[in-house]
């Protein structure tokens, strides 16, 4: 699901956007079959043992479909939807949702936008037991390279956790029954040196809790080096 990866020299910005960590499962074991029908298009499907998980929690599978369309050499979209219980010892309670993934080449410049929707059957895993929880999500990327030595990436985000259902209590949130965040990046990159990326990175948060040491929002600078072989 979505752009950024956890190898986070195959993405544009160093760190992780909300989307990634928030409203994205992480890994899946399971089965996968996919397919190229023409040029423009190809499909996928996946059998999994749920979001995250080595040893399904439950007794049932969880699904996960994708379609690729690629109308010319500049332009790809990718749709995913996604189902299946992922409560512990929880068979009934789905999971569902939909996410959108548009590339576009601009001439130097590369666009990403991404869109994510989703929704969780009532369950007592969730902040709310007694209702559905639903989340939002939308980010868009763009990447220019000023030469092939030096580029610079721009992310923008934001997630709306209706329910608290993907936050509350969840890397670094407080418990919560609903929440507004996102944020704005800008990464450098650096590739002087043979094997190398150099990766500055200044970042601005804001969250509708206080959730950053007690207050809404908050600066970080950051600086990634990695050797690639």
């Known amino acids: 699901m979505g752009l950024e990866l956890i190898e986070t020299t195959a993405n544009p910005n160093w760190s992780e956007g909300n989307q990634f960590i928030y409203v994205e499962n992480f890994t899946a074991l399971g089965v996968s079959l996919e397919t190229k029908l023409n040029r423009y298009l190809d499909v996928q499907l996946r059998v999994i043992n749920g979001w995250d998980q080595v040893s399904d929690n439950n007794n049932r599978k969880s699904l996960m479909g994708r ?12 749709l995913v939807g996604f189902w299946g219980p992922e409560e512990s010892g929880d068979n009934t309670a789905n999971r569902y949702g939909v996410e959108a993934l548009l590339w576009r080449k601009l001439g130097g410049a590369q666009l990403w936008v991404q869109s994510d929707y989703g929704r969780e059957q009532a369950n007592s895993a969730l902040p709310t037991p007694g209702q559905d929880a639903k989340w939002w999500a939308l980010g868009s990327w763009l990447l220019y390279d000023f030469r092939p030595s030096l580029g610079l990436a721009l992310r923008g985000d934001y997630v709306d956790d209706e329910s608290g259902a993907r936050t509350s209590g969840s890397f670094g949130f407080p418990a919560n029954t609903g ?46 080096v990695a050797y690639l072989y």
């Open 179 to 224: 929440h507004k965040f996102g944020s704005a990046t800008a990464t450098l990159n650096i590739r002087a040196w043979p094997n190398a990326a150099v990766r500055p990175e200044v970042r601005y948060d804001r969250s509708t809790l206080a959730a950053f040491a007690g207050k809404k929002d908050q600066v970080s600078v950051a600086l990634g």
């Open 67 to 78: 379609v690729g369309i690629s109308p010319d050499t500049l332009t790809s979209i990718g």
